[in-house]
């Protein structure tokens, strides 16, 4: 491995995080934001534009438990400063190449593939 450089993440966590992304509300423009800006739930859901980062509206708790997924799946990571981890989130080196796979608009899963990822991410055992 060369310095500056991650490893490739594993195809399973890739396809898993992938899918994951096809069935959360967020936008292709949302994930290239937050490669740039780390961003907090609360200033997504205040933002202005939030209709060109998300497919639907919805509120800052729900925001924190897409932010939450999205963490445990790798994708995302809390920004730290100076005191510590911060509620604000930015792309993972693994949500970077994702990103990098999809120059255009993620393409959205199906209600039942939707409705699958959701039963699976809140009855993981299953």
Not at 46 to 51: H, I, K, L, V
Not at 76 to 87: C, H, K, N, S, Y
Request: hydrophobic share 40%; aromatic share 10%.
């Amino acid at each position: 491995m060369t310095p500056g450089h991650s490893p490739t993440p594993d195809r399973r966590a890739l396809d898993r995080a992938f899918q994951s992304m096809r069935c959360l509300p967020f936008r292709r423009a949302f994930y290239a934001e937050v490669a740039e800006t780390p961003i907090s739930s609360n200033e997504l859901c205040g933002r202005a534009d939030w209709a060109d980062l998300v497919f639907a509206p919805f509120g800052p708790e729900r925001a924190e438990a897409h932010f939450n997924w999205m963490i445990r799946l790798g994708i995302l990571r809390r920004e730290v400063d100076g005191q510590g981890l911060t509620e604000r989130v930015r792309l993972t080196p693994m949500g970077r190449f994702l990103l990098a796979k999809s120059p255009a608009e993620i393409g959205r899963a199906s209600l039942r593939e939707r409705i699958q990822e959701n039963f699976q991410r809140h009855r993981p055992r299953f």
